[in-house]
């Protein structure tokens, strides 16, 4: 077994790391404060060749694997511990690689190469205002209206509407739609891919408004409502009814992705933590002479190193599964993801929260940044992508056996 990256690997994260240097870290305060705009670091990494790493070539992608997209998505979340920019980089990787996966060749042919440019955003469009844990109850209605699916009902807690709307030449949503009774259940679900701006174009059909959130605050959030939305046959992604598999899949690759947010902001925390812990002094003595600080120092630094290790094995099985087409159980990936998605984000909570008591009153206001990680790691923590408990749920059934 080698703890090891090649060195493409090695390279990429370093180009990554200089990239984040320059762009990122200097502006992720005013990024999370509405200050400065998450469009400009999105066109830099289109130009460097950031995007569209586990994309083909043929696709104006780096033919790379989920390795790379990993560490790339570790020394964002580093650079801006806000998040924002870190979920914006694996939501669009994670998806259009769904797409690439299952769209159509013209779909694919006309988004991913924008996709890879910074052109072009593909996000997912699943939790419905009833729920999001439970994909099989969704009701969002695809029906056929001649020779056009029509989309009518809502998604909730979609990411970066406006973001494609205001900014964007092109994007959409992964989107799972009704396409059999509810009684059907999984059974009748089909994946589509609508895009609600085109060539530059905004779509008829839908609406949005963005929530107002407590963190995350540099990448919007909101509500997306269809109304007679029309998607052509090209947009459908795989067999109609068949749609649970590829949501699963994307699901197993974005949870990893955010295991690895989670990590790099992790890292971040306990960086700015350990520095001022040996430089605040109380009673004469560094803080971090005290074992009630330095233990819980040793303990988080021993969470973050298993958390890592365990990420790096779930994106491991993604790429031997996705990338390189051995034989692994699909299972795996999902259990593996999940695992890493519990573990990363319940860490960066802990952190944040044990972190902001090191740094004491101040880090209750904003002139300190530590709390900022706290709000937007709890976006994972309470759900997207699933909730913690969720995640308990998957491994729980994919161990033990559905059965019980």
């Known amino acids: 077994m080698e703890f090891s990256f090649t060195q493409e690997e090695e390279l990429f994260r370093k180009s990554a790391r200089e990239f984040v240097d320059r762009y990122v870290k200097?502006?992720?305060?005013?990024?999370?404060?509405?200050?400065?705009?998450?469009?400009?670091?999105?066109?830099?990494?289109?130009?460097?060749?950031?995007?569209?790493?586990?994309?083909?070539?043929?696709?104006?992608?780096?033919?790379?694997?989920?390795?790379?997209?990993?560490?790339?998505?570790?020394?964002?979340?580093?650079?801006d511990p806000s998040l924002a920019t870190a979920v914006y980089y694996l939501l669009n990787n994670a998806w259009p690689f769904m797409v690439q996966r299952h769209g159509s060749d013209s779909i694919k042919?006309?988004?991913?190469?924008?996709?890879?440019?910074?052109?072009?955003?593909?996000g997912i469009a699943s939790t419905e205002p009833q729920g999001g844990s439970d994909v099989a109850s969704f009701k969002l209605e695809a029906k056929r209206g001649g020779s056009k699916w029509i989309l009518n009902g809502e998604k909730n807690i979609v990411t970066g509407i406006s973001l494609i709307t205001n900014y964007l030449e092109e994007g959409g949503f992964v989107t799972i739609g009704r396409t059999g009774p509810i009684e059907a259940k999984h059974r009748g679900l089909t994946v589509f891919l609508p895009l609600i701006k085109?060539?530059?174009?905004?779509?008829?059909?839908?609406?949005?408004?963005?929530?107002e959130e407590i963190g995350r605050r540099g990448l919007p959030t909101g509500l997306l409502r269809f109304k007679d939305f029309e998607v052509e046959d090209s947009q459908v992604m795989g067999e109609v009814n068949g749609g649970f598999k590829i949501a699963m899949e994307g699901f197993d690759l974005a949870r990893t992705m955010i295991a690895a947010a989670s990590i790099g902001a992790t890292k971040w925390l306990l960086d700015e933590g350990r520095k001022w812990i040996k430089e605040r002094q109380v009673f004469g003595k560094p803080i971090a002479s005290y074992e009630g600080i330095s233990f819980k120092y040793a303990e988080l630094a021993t969470r973050l190193e298993a958390a890592e290790l365990l990420m790096f094995k779930a994106v491991w099985a993604?790429?031997?599964?996705?990338?390189?087409?051995?034989?692994?159980?699909?299972?795996?990936?999902?259990?593996?993801?999940?695992?890493?998605?519990?573990?990363?984000?319940?860490?960066?909570?802990?952190?944040?929260?044990?972190?902001?008591?090191?740094f004491g009153g101040m880090s209750y206001f904003k002139e300190l940044p530590e709390a900022r990680v706290l709000l937007s790691a709890l976006s994972y923590y309470v759900g997207a992508e699933g909730a913690a408990n969720i995640m308990r749920l998957i491994v729980a059934r994919n161990k033990i056996g559905k059965e019980v």
């Open 109 to 122: 042919e006309e988004v991913l190469p924008l996709v890879a440019s910074g052109k072009a955003f593909i």
């Open 318 to 358: 993604a790429d031997k599964a996705f990338l390189r087409g051995d034989n692994v159980d699909i299972l795996e990936v999902a259990t593996l993801g999940a695992m890493a998605k519990m573990t990363a984000v319940e860490l960066a909570v802990d952190a944040a929260l044990e972190v902001m008591k090191w």
């Open 198 to 211: 085109r060539h530059g174009k905004t779509m008829e059909g839908f609406e949005y408004s963005d929530y």
């Open 26 to 79: 200097p502006n992720w305060i005013e990024l999370d404060d509405g200050k400065y705009k998450l469009i400009d670091i999105i066109q830099r990494m289109g130009e460097v060749g950031l995007l569209g790493i586990p994309f083909s070539s043929r696709y104006g992608g780096g033919d790379g694997s989920f390795t790379m997209v990993a560490l790339a998505t570790e020394e964002l979340a580093y650079g």
